[in-house]
């Protein structure tokens, strides 16, 4: 068993364009963003200018409760680069909003994660001062 914590090395930084920038300013103020359609409904992780289900325009952005489950995990003991400190696990959350996102499970050993586990969005601070979402155990 390991515990995971936070990346503290030099990981790259997100890289915000214009359509994932309010995703990113969200995590600054440690708010969970992801965007629904108007027209249909559906709720998406990753941001997109028209929706994937109806191609509806503009998404709106919509604060998540950051409360879902582990959908995937795979745990990571050597990183392709030498800046990720190991182990960590990264996870596809399922939110309970109804869409996937990829982060990082903190707070727990690496045997502690599995399908179904239910977690929390949490945010920690990376070198150069931006806040990513990690999940942990809830």
Known sequence: ??????????????????????????????????????ACGLAMGHPATRCRRCHAPDPEWTRSEGAGMVYSW?????????????????VIVELDEGFLLTSSMVGCDTDDVVCGLRVNV???RI????????????
């Open 1 to 38: 068993m390991s515990a995971l914590a936070p990346q503290l090395g030099e990981i790259p930084s997100p890289r915000a364009s214009a359509v994932s920038q309010p995703f990113w300013d969200g995590c600054a103020r440690r708010v969970l963003l992801y965007q629904r359609c108007a």
């Open 74 to 90: 795979s745990t990571v003991w050597h990183p392709q680069s030498s800046v990720f400190t190991t182990p960590y696990t990264a």
């Open 127 to 138: 070198t150069d001062g931006a806040l990513l979402p990690y999940f942990e155990p809830a």
């Open 122 to 124: 949490v945010f920690h």
